[in-house]
T-cell receptor
Framework: DTGVSQDPRHKITKRGQNVTFRCDPISEHNRLYWYRQTLGQGPEFLTYFQNEAQLEKSRLLSDRFSAERPKGSFSTLEIQRTEQGDSAMYLC?????????????FGSGTQLSVL | AQSVSQHNHHVILSEAASLELGCNYSYGGTVNLFWYVQYPGQHLQLLLKYFSGDPLVKGIKGFEAEFIKSKFSFNLRKPSVQWSDTAEYFCAVRLSGGYQKVTFGTGTKLQVIP
């Protein structure tokens, strides 16, 4: 499978614990996005990378959220001291941004449940 | 900040009925516009996109969308829906040029009844 891979598919954790998700984009894609989606809502932008540079982080995100993309390849999203409100589907998407023809390819997501 | 509005949250149609899903965006500059679809149990995937040129854009599976700049709209249409079109549809916008993120609307759930 040469699509976007996310790991794990499901994560159940207790409130206050830290969690880390991984995303492996399509290999030649230079852009990588993280979105969060809750029931009945569209994907909500969290952050994105152009190669290894994190270009923007949503102002809605608290300091408990951090993302990295070392060497412009895979990315990790960490949530520290999880809260019940963090329960959601976390989506990763990648694209080859040519400046005029961007198409996002999404992974299956990581479903986080905070108890 | 850019935003996207989808006013129809849940649409139920019979097969062969015509479909139009509304999408409005809030930014007045040059934008790129998209419709993504999520079939039950599947990833989000691109249905069609508008970057420039002809404002009437044709996508996969007989879908089309029309960009009306004066109305800040990018409505999705299909003349005759099929049961297999049952899915959730998301409109998205990206400011044109440079390093810009893609912002999604809240989505419209389409249920097609055989």
């Amino acid at each position: 499978d040469t699509g976007v891979s996310q790991d794990p598919r499901h994560k159940i954790t207790k409130r206050g614990q830290n969690v880390t998700f991984r995303c492996d984009p399509i290999s030649e894609h230079n852009r990588l996005y993280w979105y969060r989606q809750t029931l009945g809502q569209g994907p909500e932008f969290l952050t994105y990378f152009q190669n290894e540079a994190q270009l923007e982080k949503s102002r809605l995100l608290s300091d408990r959220f951090s993302a990295e993309r070392p060497k412009g390849s895979f990315s990790t999203l960490e949530i520290q001291r999880t809260e019940q409100g963090d329960s959601a589907m976390y989506l990763c998407a990648s694209s080859l941004d040519t400046g005029s023809n961007e198409k996002l390819f999404f992974g299956s997501g990581t479903q986080l449940s905070v108890l | 900040a850019q935003s996207v509005s989808q006013h129809n949250h849940h649409v139920i149609l019979s097969e062969a009925a015509s479909l139009e899903l509304g999408c409005n965006y809030s930014y007045g500059g040059t934008v790129n516009l998209f419709w993504y679809v999520q079939y039950p149990g599947q990833h989000l995937q691109l249905l069609l996109k508008y970057f420039s040129g002809d404002p009437l854009v044709k996508g996969i599976k007989g879908f089309e969308a029309e960009f009306i700049k004066s109305k800040f709209s990018f409505n999705l249409r299909k003349p005759s829906v099929q049961w297999s079109d049952t899915a959730e549809y998301f409109c998205a916008v990206r400011l044109s040029g440079g390093y810009q993120k893609v912002t999604f609307g809240t989505g419209t759930k389409l249920q097609v009844i055989p």
